[in-house]
């Protein structure tokens, strides 16, 4: 089964920098997503890591370390719309996702 | 149709009733997926099917039946619903079934059981 850990919730401010963290413990390994989910909406996709380092998208990176399983997702430049909760999400051998229960990131003004 | 989409949006259902929940997708993917979300747990996955004409049963299945007749839809069934079925039910699709597949999501059905 998986083990999925992250933080609940997280507060910043318009314009810094946040860094979700996500910790895992899988019987098998075939990636890591990252999810984005609005208040009342659906997820939507932001990153997958499958290979150790980062990846970068625009404002948003995902970093990936398979030997200490943990990723981390870099949100730069906050903007009022980027608050939402932020799903960490493995799949293993079988290809199924495991979901962490999310980080809810709140940017003030 | 666009994507995915769930029906209904919302339900109150009296507990031991059967309640079907409908998920149609149009973008000709092969695997399909049911989670519920509940607060502080996360999505979980109920059930799943890899291809039209098999289906799977994913870390909470109890309670849940699924058929995929075709490859655009995948209904959820509760055949006697009970309270502790309160949720948010999403359905979700992906190319294929394997792990690199982005998977999307539908808006989700809010279903409540009293």
């Known amino acids: 089964g998986q083990n999925i850990d992250q933080p609940t919730e997280m507060t910043a401010t318009e314009g810094a920098i946040v860094q979700i963290n996500c910790t895992y413990q899988?019987?098998?390994?075939?990636?890591l997503f990252w999810y984005q989910q609005h208040a009342g909406e659906a997820p939507t996709f932001l990153s997958y890591?499958?290979?150790?380092g980062l990846e970068e998208k625009g404002r948003f990176s995902s970093f990936l370390s398979r030997s200490k399983g943990y990723s981390y997702l870099l949100l730069k430049e906050l903007q009022m719309k980027d608050s939402a909760s932020y799903l960490c999400a493995v799949t293993n051998n079988d290809y199924k996702l495991s979901f962490g229960a999310g980080t809810t990131v709140t940017v003030r003004a | 149709i666009a994507g995915i989409t769930q029906a209904p949006t919302s339900q109150i259902l009296a507990a031991g009733r059967r309640m079907t929940l409908r998920c149609t997708q149009d973008?000709?993917?092969?695997?399909m997926y049911w989670y519920r979300q509940d607060l502080g747990l996360g999505l979980r996955l109920i059930h799943y099917?890899?291809?039209?004409?098999?289906?799977g049963k994913g870390e909470v299945p109890d309670g849940y039946s699924v058929s995929r007749a075709n490859t655009d839809d995948f209904p959820l069934t509760l055949a006697s619903a009970v309270p502790s079925q309160t949720s948010v039910y999403f359905c979700?699709?992906?190319?294929?079934?394997?792990?690199?597949?982005?998977?999307?999501f539908g808006p989700g059905t809010r279903l409540t059981v009293l």
């Open positions: 979700a699709s992906s190319d294929e079934a394997g792990g690199y597949n982005e998977q999307f």
């Open positions: 973008m000709r993917h092969n695997a």
């Open positions: 890591n499958v290979l150790d």
């Open positions: 099917s890899n291809t039209a004409g098999t289906t």
């Open positions: 899988t019987s098998g390994f075939n990636g």
